[in-house]
């Protein structure tokens, strides 16, 4: 690997990858989302709490493994990370703690 490559695949790993903030719903999300999908699209999907909510109703619907407490577990935890502005790949560059959630 050439030194130059080095911040191609952080940035891959970040975007792809993690982090996740610490929280309700990190496993979740890490064990049932990324089975099929990898984070850079979790974050993206622009979706209000409705729209999420129809989205795992439709995961569900393809075979999703989802119990009932785990859907409304990622729910909060994917509208916390919405509020706190942290779906895109700027989760890297998190600048500050918050009181719920905290980047290993």
């Known amino acids: 690997m050439k030194t130059e490559d080095i911040p191609v695949l952080v940035e891959y790993l970040v975007a792809d990858h993690g982090p996740l903030p610490d929280g309700p719903g990190k ?30 109703l439709a995961m569900l619907d393809e075979g999703a493994m989802l119990s009932d407490d785990e859907f409304a577990v990622l729910l909060n935890y994917r509208q916390e990370l919405q509020t706190l502005g942290l779906l895109d790949s700027a989760l890297a560059t998190l600048s500050g703690p918050s009181d719920r959630f905290s980047i290993p």
């Open 27 to 56: 496993s979740v999300l890490l064990n049932r989302c990324t089975i099929c999908h990898d984070l850079q699209r979790v974050r993206q999907h622009p979706s209000s709490a409705e729209g999420w909510e129809d989205t795992l």
